[in-house]
């Protein structure tokens, strides 16, 4: 895909240009908290939105075009996939915070050496994953009890994304960058422009091809490699907000603080990807209907979780850039704003999914069984919209403290004592319901929003103590 160097020049020029009138938005540390935190959090959620539409796209169009099988060789090959793009994402959330900390402080040169080592590691930890997703995308679907006849297409679901992983990684240590510094709009207009790419090639691999599950994932890569492409054009020719040289492309002491930052919040993502893997291998025993219908109701989920999903991404770079400016008060009004932000609009999206499942599922299949089982799943999820606003601030909150060692302990409590022990009792009852399946993951985030209240109660005697002492 050739690129204009004058669309390219256009729309840096724009970007200088908008320097002096961005600096002050992006600093957390003063004006109105909901203001700035929601121009922050839109970009962030646009961009969630855009994401979400890549696996949407891919069921809605495989699901029109292609075949029941294809729905559930998309679906679970999909999981497998984000269990190792939310894992990339939980580890580069460590860069995030070390950087806005940095920010906080007015360290330029620190952000700089963080941004040369996460380059460095993550080019490294994506050869090492394309090679062991080509390897074992049959045992992972062995694993994942893919119905027969959806096996062998999600196997080469798994191992077309696994070629194209550094595209996938790459994207997600850039925007991790960019939210480091406060800017939520580069990810956004890179994101817009993947999504483009992948409904553009759906249609003509999919629905002109006949490509079914295999144009689905070469249309993922696709979209994935242009956004990180013209991203770094785009970045070339734009002067950072921080010193950067080649020199700090290597292993350097900055490597083991956003390590140790991002570790246990990657280790919670592989946590609850393997809970959705597991789930997605119980549901899948019940059937192809029942599969193909979780698949669909899956994909309507990740629009479910969007508003959490960008409150906690804002949350983790507001509070970490107050938390380096020593104001602590403020980073505990962000966290309240949030929750009251959040929950507003959940309630919302609850009604629809509760009430209404199956008109959303009717967008991805027009298979009877297929909406009905999406449908059943959704009315037993629809609560998670709310609660899920909730944690998601606290964790936020925690990660811009760097408390992510407490917010690893909290998922793997929510994970092993409620949610998978929940949805396999529930899937091996007699009529098991997918209501009832679905219920598991809202009682689950409950549980641990009673966990977290506790912690943060332990939290602010600790800091009072602190501060009378």
Known sequence: MNISQTTIAGIVSRMENSDNMTENKNDFTQGSIISKLLRFMIPILGALILQAMYGAVDILVVGRFGTTAGISGVST?????????????????????????????????????????????????????????????????????????????????????????????????????????????????????????????????????????????????????????????????????????????????????????????AFQEILTQFSFLALCAFINSLGLDASSGYGVANKIVSFIMLIPGALMQSMASFVAQNVGAGQEKRARKAMVTGMLVGCSIGIFIAALSFARGDLLAAVFSSDAAVIARAAQYL??????????????????????????????LQGIAQTFIVRLPMSYFMSIQPDASLTMIGLAAPCATIFGIVINLIYFAKVSREMKLLFLS
Request: glycine share 10%; aromatic share 10%.
């Open 379 to 408: 009315k037993g999820f629809a609560p998670e919209a709310v609660v899920t606003a909730i944690l998601f601030s606290f964790i936020g909150y925690y990660n811009g403290h760097s408390k992510t060692l407490f917010v690893m």
């Open 77 to 265: 090959g999909s999981n497998i996939v984000n269990l190792i793009t939310f894992t990339i994402t939980g580890l580069t959330m460590g860069v995030t915070v070390v950087m806005g900390q940095y920010m906080g402080e007015k360290k330029s040169e620190k952000v700089g050496q963080v941004v040369g080592g996460a380059i460095w590691l993550f080019l490294i930890l994506a050869c090492i994953i394309a090679v062991a997703m080509l390897v074992l995308a049959r045992p992972l679907a062995l694993l994942m009890q893919a119905p027969e006849e959806a096996l062998d297409l999600t196997v080469l679901y798994v191992r077309i994304c696994g070629g194209g992983i550094f595209f996938i990684i790459a994207y997600n240590v850039i925007s991790s960058i960019s939210r480091g510094i406060g800017d939520s709009n580069m990810p956004l207009i890179f994101v817009g422009i993947a999504c483009v790419v992948n409904i553009v090639g759906d249609l003509l691999f999919i629905a002109v091809f006949k490509w079914n599950v295999a144009g689905a994932a070469l249309a993922t890569v696709m979209a994935q490699a242009v956004s990180v492409i013209l991203s770094i054009m785009i970045i070339k020719k734009r002067k950072p907000p921080f010193g950067m040289k080649k020199e700090y492309i290597r292993c350097n002491p900055e490597i083991k603080k956003f390590i140790r930052v991002g570790t246990p919040i």
